[in-house]
């Protein structure tokens, strides 16, 4: 509901106060001012009555109604009163009206005798009494002429309160005007002291929401009242515990965000209602989102994963941590490891914290380290099974007969050359690894044309037996900055592998130029092509995995170790280059090294 302002309740308790004390202070003077009146004109009645008393007993004969009629006049007239003149025993014997309204002395008869009794002990009686026929007061004095004990007669005095009235009415209209002076002047020195009492709590209301907006270096304003400066002293205190805490909260949010922001695994924070509150960099790339749009709004809004949206209720649910495997589909599926930790707060509130991380790439490092060990097993056993076969046939006879002795020697020969072969391929990989991950690979600026020439020549006796023609293009002054030995060795292993893949009449061309669609030209393309048989593309992501081989068999009797493709790939790697295959089936195959250009001297 509404509320009304601190001065407004000041000034409107003033208003009350000022009000009540005017009408009180208003009533009492009223009061006073008739009574005060009253006995005025009672006073002056007796005075009047005294005096003409007085006058009728100095004089030698007792008072007749002519002497007194002579001697009230003049009195009756300035003192505006009316005199009887009455027996001892009360009976009227003259009256002499005074000027103003016709007399009414019936007002004071029914007092008559009370008021004789009392002038004939020598008192002066008053007397006051309602006429209702005029509807005024009227005023009645008696005085004895004469001693008390033997009095000559009576004089009683009588006024209505009609002038009286008047003169108390003129005088209680100016103290109506004096007090509406009063308290309209009381009034306005009430609002200046209700907006000068309510300044310094409207300044420190300011102040306390300027606070609560963050606004921490506002000034609070010098209050001189004690409860006010106290509480002065606890906003001021308040502000430096906000501030402190806001530098807390600021730090480790800051410290918060850093983290999170480091983390390579996602972490998303939901609440009960399943609302994202809180979401890191790293969770959004794994889901696709937006941060910024994807705060406070359903998780099932965001995320079309069914799987996910139910880990998400069993995390919440659950007390102890849960985990789950999560497979996004997509172009590249992907697998994500899900970890779910309920949160529970002071409110009662619930939600949960899920961490997410890819182990798509472990996955598959996992399943490429179990099937190198399972094919590095097998190349190995297969010519070592073979030697010790034909060993233990020629320990068992054998080697007496001659034909089949030099027959068993020649293959035992050969699958030991195999098993050599092998043995060189992975201490070369081993060691160009090392060379890869410590990056001191020694560099030399030669003449690509030199390198290539080289490899060819080392292929072409076997492509001369295959009838495969390899054709090298390349400009003369193109130089790079590589290993000889290593990058010679690749290329061997390239044209090596489509001499083996290739038909008698085909041709592989050698080619190695500066790469037009590299940034300034600042790499280096080196392609061998053939017109072999070509790889199916289920194949090709995995073809540079050692003892990967497309036709198992037929690598083996072209006399393949499986590790060749996979030794280019960590030379080119070592160089900081890249190395790619495009593959038809039936038409042929292209490999493609890109290497950093030379570095101008």
């Known amino acids: 509901m509404p509320r009304t302002r601190f001065v407004w309740q000041l000034f409107a308790g003033w208003c009350v106060l000022v009000s009540a004390v005017c009408g009180a202070c208003f009533w009492l003077a009223s009061m006073e001012l008739a009574r005060l009146a009253d006995e005025a004109q009672v006073r002056r009645m007796a005075d009047a009555a ?45 009256a002499v009206a005074g000027p103003g309204p016709a007399r009414t002395g019936a007002g004071w008869q029914a007092g008559r005798e009370t008021l004789l009794e009392e002038a ?73 002291l209700a907006r000068r009492a309510a300044r310094p709590v409207r300044e420190l209301s300011r102040a306390a929401r300027q606070l609560a907006a963050g606004q921490f270096d506002v000034p609070l304003p010098v209050v001189e009242a004690a409860e006010l400066a106290d509480l002065a002293t606890a906003i001021a205190g308040l502000r430096e515990q906000l501030v402190e805490r806001g530098l807390t909260i600021g730090r480790q949010g800051t410290q918060q965000e850093a983290v999170l922001g480091s983390m390579i695994e996602g972490v998303l924070a939901i609440d009960a209602r399943q609302r994202i509150v809180s979401i890191n960099h790293g969770a959004a790339e794994l889901l696709g989102l937006d941060p910024d749009k994807s705060l406070r709004r359903p998780l099932q809004e965001v995320v079309r994963n069914p799987d996910l949206r139910r880990f998400a209720l069993l995390a ?60 590095v097993s097998h190349e ?95 400009d003369g002054l193109l130089e790079a900055d590589v290993n000889p030995a ?23 061309w050698v080619s190695a130029a500066e790469d037009p669609a590299a940034v300034d030209g600042a790499a280096l393309r080196i392609v061998v092509r053939d017109e072999g048989c070509g790889i199916d593309a289920e194949h ?22 499986g590790l060749g493709l996979s030794i280019v790939k960590h030379i080119v790697q070592a160089h900081g280059g890249s190395v790619s295959v495009e593959s038809t089936p039936g038409v042929g195959s292209t490999f493609t090294i890109e290497l950093p250009a030379a570095v101008p001297a």
């Open 380 to 474: 190995l056993k297969t010519p070592i099974a073979s030697i010790k076969g034909f060993v233990e046939t020629l320990l068992d006879g054998a080697a007496d007969d001659p034909v089949d002795n030099r027959r068993f020697l020649e293959i035992v020969a050969r699958q030991a050359e195999r098993l050599e072969t092998i043995i060189e391929d992975l201490l070369a990989l081993s060691r160009i690894e090392q060379s890869e991950g410590a990056g001191n690979l020694p560099l030399e600026r030669v003449h690509l044309l030199a390198v290539l020439s080289a490899a060819v020549a080392d292929c072409r006796p076997r492509a001369r037996d295959r009838g495969v023609v390899v054709d090298v293009a390349c």
């Open 540 to 561: 090709l992501p995995r073809l540079f995995e050692r003892f990967y081989r497309v036709d198992k068999a037929r690598s083996r009797k072209l006399g393949g170790t």
């Open 50 to 94: 005294t005096g003409l008393a007085e006058i009728l007993a100095r004089q030698p004969t007792p008072p007749t109604p002519a002497a007194f009629a002579a001697a009230a006049g003049e009195i009756a007239a300035t003192a505006r009163v009316s005199f009887d003149l009455l027996a001892p025993d009360g009976t009227s014997l003259q």
């Open 486 to 508: 290593l990058l010679e060795q690749a290329v061997i292993n390239l044209v090596d592998n489509a001499v083996k893949y290739s038909d008698s009449g085909d041709t592989i």
């Open 120 to 192: 004939r002990a020598g008192r002066v009686a008053r007397t006051s009494r309602y006429d209702a026929a005029s509807g005024r007061r009227v005023h009645a004095a008696a005085v004895v002429i004469g001693p008390p004990g033997t009095p000559l007669g009576i004089v009683c005095a009588t006024a209505d309160s009609a002038a009286a009235d008047r003169e108390l009415a003129s005088a209680q209209r100016r103290l109506v005007g004096g007090c509406l002076l009063a308290g309209l002047a009381a009034i306005v020195a009430g609002y200046a």
């Open 316 to 375: 919440i649910d659950c007390r102890e941590p849960v985990e789950d495997d999560l497979v996004m589909r997509g172009a590249r599926d992907r697998t994500i490891r899900l970890r779910g930790t309920a949160l529970r707060d002071v409110s009662g509130e619930g939600g949960a914290v899920i961490v997410l991380n890819d182990v798509t790439d472990i996955q598959r490092l996992e399943n490429v380290r179990r099937d190198f060990v399972a094919n």
